[in-house]
Each structure stands twice: as C-alpha cells, then as structure tokens.
C-alpha cells in the first residue's frame, strides 16, 4: 500500500521546559512541520517566577554582563510552610530548541498509512550553579520573611541571553529549596545577561578575530566597517566595500548574514541594500545598515553557535551571482 506522507498540525503536541522556565509549556511550544514556534516567544515570558509557596522578588544592582560579578538582593516572605532539606541561591542557564519530530501511523496490518511531522520545543539547563552565601534558611513558617543581599560571578565565558530565532538562552537567579519526597520550591527573577564585547576582542571562541578588524580583505577587495566594532544590536552601521576585480551584472547588494547551528535554525539575511555593480569597482560603494533590535550577540556556547557576516553580492545575467564576505562581530 502506498503511505500517505502529510504534515500534523501539531494536534496535542506540546513543549517544555524544566522549572523555573515552565511557564509556557504546553501546545505554544509545538507547531505544524516547517513551523517555527519560538519566533513568538520573548525569553522572559518561559519564566515561572515562583512555584506558590513564597513571594518576594530577587533584585540585581546593575545590568548583568557575562564575565563580571552580580550583586543584589533577595527579599521573601513564605506563604505556606517549608521544610527542606537545602536551601540556595543559584543561577542557572536554559537552552530551548524547536526540534523536528515525526511518527508514523500505521493499519492493523502494520502498513504506514500516514507519517505525522510537527515541530516541538526542548529544554535542559546546562549550568544550575549553587552559591554557599547567601545562607538560605531550609526552614520558614507562613509569613515568615528573610532577606539578604548577594554578590555571585556570572558565567565566565557565557553565554550571554540570545534569542537565535530558533533557539533560546535564557537566564534566571534562583533560590530553590530542595524537598525531600516532594516537588521544590522556588522563587526566581529572569536576568538578562549581556555578551561582554572585551571576550569577543580577545578572540575568545569562534566569534572574535576578523569579526571586529575595521578593514578585511578578500581577494583584491576590501570590506570596510566604519562604525565602532563590536556593533550594538538596533543601531545602524556603515560599510564600505571596494572591488576592483568585481563582475559587471545586473545589479549588487551589500547584505548581513545571520548563521546558526540551531537545530531548526535557518540561515537568513536580516539586513540588505543595493548598490552601483560600478561603484564597487572604483571603491566608491557606502550603505548603512540597520543591525535589527532584539538581534542575538555573536557566541559560542552551551553548543549553540551564532555569527553574522556582511556580503557582497553581485547580480549576473545567465551566471552564478558573485560574493565576497568577511565576519561581523554583534553585541
């Protein structure tokens, strides 16, 4: 018998994601093959602040930055009584991936008659770093409150919070109280964590290097980047291009590339303009080009990778287009 090969519409598929980053499990997290669920998901929406049995709020000082310290401070009250076994402050990592899935249905004589494909999201923390101090108490009666300040390192090397479109690194200060023969207790604030542009400067990991050279040459061509590198996501930058050995066509752009390894990533373009297939030739090629808000910074961790690239790309009749690129760095 002939399968019958279809697309699921992700009916009862769902998503997750280990606590404190819970909030949103269920069928938001899944979707339809070639679907892309987390397009919509801001990172700080998969954040569950507190599982109900205390309240309160974990404040940090100054925007947090990988590599420097964190210093805040924790305020709670218990609503109910707790009685664990530790008790800590720790900051963990969350990465979420869409991963493809797909099942096949099958008649009582064992045929595939129908093979379901959907999307659906995963999540695991790959750092939970516990903290001596603050000394949390394991024991609290109902209204009863405690508050303390902190000072904690903040991953050395990152990663930093990046949403890569199809992959999310989130970011969350934690006090858990570990319960014996019983579900944890917590209290949690989402925290934002910066990539540091000194570690993409020093070449540290894959991001670094070219990516921050003002001028790069390719071939007879140089690729220039005008503006202060790294470049902030949501500002514009401007680039000069000459290339003196560049094809006559139809047409050329100048563009920023975005790659990842995201399990589901796809590569794409997130800026373009074009330009004069002549004005490369003399070097006479400027654009400016908005690096879009809410871009992830470069980084290479947790395995997840993401960098960008400016190409240079020219437009020709009944032959392959023509490019030259060089590495971009983003913060």
């Known amino acids: 018998m002939l399968s019958n090969i279809v697309g699921g519409l992700a009916s009862g598929h769902t998503g997750s994601a280990p606590s404190p980053f819970d909030a949103l499990d269920g069928p938001r997290l899944a979707g339809a093959e070639g679907s892309h669920p987390l397009h919509s998901v801001a990172a700080e929406e998969l954040l569950r602040?507190?599982?109900?049995?205390?309240?309160?709020?974990?404040?940090?000082?100054?925007?947090?930055?990988?590599?420097?310290?964190?210093?805040?401070?924790?305020?709670l009250a218990a609503t109910r009584k707790i009685d664990a076994r530790k008790a800590y402050l720790r900051l963990v990592g969350l990465r979420l991936d869409e991963v493809r899935r797909e099942e096949d249905h099958r008649n009582s004589k064992g045929e595939v008659i129908w093979t379901e494909r959907w999307v659906e999201t995963q999540g695991k923390l790959f750092s939970a770093d516990a903290f001596l101090e603050p000394a949390v108490p394991t024991s609290l009666q109902p209204g009863e409150t405690w508050e303390a300040p902190f000072a904690v390192p903040?991953?050395?090397?990152?990663?930093?919070?990046?949403?890569?479109?199809?992959?999310?690194?989130?970011?969350?200060?934690?006090?858990?109280?570990?319960?014996?023969?019983?579900?944890?207790h917590w209290l949690a604030s989402y925290l934002p964590l910066a990539q540091h542009p000194d570690l993409l400067r020093a070449g540290v990991g894959k991001q670094g290097g070219a990516s921050l050279l003002a001028g790069v040459a390719?071939?007879?061509?140089?690729?220039?980047?005008?503006?202060?590198?790294?470049?902030?996501?949501?500002?514009?930058i401007a680039i000069k291009v000459s290339w003196p050995s560049a094809p006559a066509g139809r047409g050329a752009r100048i563009e920023i590339h975005r790659r990842t390894n995201a399990p589901n990533g796809v590569e794409g373009i997130i800026a373009s303009a074009a330009v004069d297939p002549a004005s490369l030739t003399s070097g006479s090629a400027q654009v400016s080009l908005l690096v879009p808000p809410g871009s992830a910074p470069s980084f290479d961790g947790a395995g997840l990778e993401i960098d960008y690239i400016i190409r240079v790309l020219v437009d020709r009749q009944f032959h392959a287009d023509a490019a030259i690129e060089r590495p971009l760095g983003i913060v």
């Open 49 to 75: 602040p507190t599982d109900g049995a205390v309240s309160g709020e974990i404040v940090v000082d100054q925007p947090a930055r990988v590599g420097d310290g964190i210093t805040g401070r924790v305020r």
């Open 218 to 236: 390719v071939g007879d061509g140089t690729i220039d980047v005008l503006s202060p590198l790294p470049a902030p996501a949501g500002q514009e």
């Open 154 to 184: 903040a991953p050395p090397l990152g990663p930093p919070t990046a949403h890569l479109g199809e992959s999310i690194i989130a970011w969350a200060l934690e006090v858990r109280w570990d319960i014996a023969m019983g579900s944890d």
